[in-house]
């Protein structure tokens, strides 16, 4: 069957864990490495009877620098509400979450696809709310570890704006840079700090009204978003083909199958009764707090992305790939200040470092030769003093042994010889010893300057500088 292509509209909410060492309301720790269930719990995250939830001051100044790297307007009286539901992993009966006055509203960041103008994402609002616990299921039964109950999350909802699963996951991966790079959340989604629910509709073409959109819940992994956003939009697809409507519903993602399976539809939607939560004031944010945190900003990935093309003049991807690792990009800048020569750096970091690392399934932390060294061979390739191939080789053993790369050079006699006498020399050598073809060359045969280079780089047993070698040979053949 012929499938009609439909336009996604695509809206995303991320959840992250807010980086910090205790829980939202309470005192205990706030950790992700998993450690023995039921560890950090206390009679306030438990929702004991009587308790009282304290607001966790370093959760809202971390939630407000996020917000403010996300270019969002900082609500100055923002307030908590309760969100009611029962499920066994919710032991207060509620989630504490913001309802009506989130912290921040109102923001954006801009995606990247290769050869493609960056685009702007809107982003509606951030909310703080607090974690539910985690069920597994067994055979006889199910379990439930309340260490994850009561932890901070930012709820970061955009706008409808993201009309194709590649800038769905662009947006994602963009966002994990800037929580991390601002230092509001390690969003490390392997450790479950950071997961998505999507909302998804289809409609004819990008000026039609939005279709009926369906959500999904609960993605944990970029691989995860792309699948199910890939298989809802060929589901739709072929509902829609068939003269079917859409029906407005909550899905899951289901690995195993690849599948997106129906979990509730709208007509049983949950209600919460939200309402203002009663334990907690109304939250105050004065313009010292917020100037405080926007001092605390460091320069955001897209704009050291846009700082790399425009004065350093790389290539967009060999910026994107420098700026997604903030490690590698530190290095990078190290490199590229040591040399004076960023686009040098950019290509030995990206593509010579970065095969080294990933053959030896090294990290940068792990090498064993400073960053001086590799400064060093990339001006000795600039001053013609080696050739690229005698550089690699000499970088692959300064990798493998720390070895300093003047050493490995001059132990493998990689030196090209740029001195104008010793070269000269030689090129008298070849010039005698090939008579006829000197005379073919000055009859007009110029393709013989090869041959003449070629000879004097055999006679230098390779240590020649063949570029000073061919302009020595033009001025004497001249
Ligand atoms: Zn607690």
Not at 113 to 126: K, M, N
Not at 148 to 153: E, K, M, N, S
Not at 261 to 274: L, P, V
Not at 457 to 465: H, T
Request: hydrophobic share 40%; net charge negative.
């Amino acid at each position: 069957m012929f499938l009609m292509s439909y336009v996604p509209v695509i809206g995303l909410e991320i959840h992250a864990r807010i980086k910090t060492r205790t829980k939202l309301f309470c005192r205990c720790a706030n950790e992700a490495v998993p450690v023995e269930a039921n560890r950090h719990v206390c009679p306030i995250c438990m929702g004991f009877p009587g308790m009282l939830p304290l607001l966790n001051e370093e959760a809202v100044r971390l939630a407000t620098r996020a917000c403010l790297a996300l270019g969002m307007t900082i609500c100055p009286e923002t307030k908590f509400d309760r969100k009611n539901y029962f499920y066994p992993d919710l032991p207060m009966g509620y989630q504490i979450s913001q309802f009506d006055k989130p912290i921040g509203a109102d923001g954006h960041l801009f995606i990247e696809q290769a050869g493609s103008a960056p685009r702007r994402i809107g982003i509606e609002r951030l909310h703080m709310e607090n974690d539910a616990g985690k069920l597994s299921h067994f055979d006889d039964g199910s379990h439930v570890d309340y260490n994850r109950a009561g932890a901070p999350l930012m709820e970061i909802v955009s706008m409808p704006e993201i009309f194709s699963v590649d800038d769905a996951k662009s947006y994602a991966e963009e966002m994990q840079l800037i929580l991390r790079a601002v230092g509001s959340s390690d969003a490390d989604m392997e450790k479950g700090m950071m997961r998505f629910d999507a909302n998804i509709s289809l409609r004819a073409d990008s000026n039609a009204p939005f279709g009926t959109k369906v959500e999904i819940k609960n993605l944990n992994s970029f691989k995860a978003l792309e699948k199910a956003l890939a298989y809802e939009i060929d589901r739709q697809t072929r509902l829609l083909e068939k003269g079917e409507t859409i029906v407005q519903e909550t899905r899951g993602w289901d690995e195993g199958s690849g599948k997106t399976i129906s979990q509730r539809s709208k007509e049983i939607a949950a209600d919460y009764r939200y309402f203002p939560e009663p334990d907690l004031p109304p939250l105050s944010i004065t313009q010292e707090h917020i100037d405080a945190e926007r001092s605390k900003l460091p320069e955001l990935p897209f704009a050291k992305r846009e700082r790399y093309k425009t004065i350093f003049k790389l290539d967009g991807e060999v910026a994107r790939l420098l700026v997604q690792q903030e490690d590698l990009a530190q290095y990078f800048e190290q490199v590229a200040e040591r040399t004076g020569n960023p686009k040098a750096a950019a290509t030995w970091v990206t593509s010579i470092l970065l095969a080294e690392l990933s053959n030896a399934k090294e990290r940068l932390e792990d090498l064993r030769f400073p960053v001086e060294d590799l400064a060093r061979l990339i001006t000795l390739v600039s001053e013609d003093a080696v050739s690229l191939l005698s550089a690699k080789e000499t970088f692959s053993i300064m990798y493998a042994t720390g070895q300093k790369p003047d050493a490995i050079i001059a132990e493998k006699g990689f030196l090209q010889v740029s001195d104008d006498s010793a070269l000269l020399a030689l090129i008298d050598e070849v010039l005698a010893a090939f008579p006829l073809q000197r005379a073919e060359y000055a009859g007009g045969k110029t393709a013989l300057l090869g041959f003449f280079v070629g000879q004097v780089m055999q006679r230098s047993k390779g240590s020649a500088n063949p570029k000073k070698v061919g302009q020595l040979l033009l001025e004497k053949l001249s």
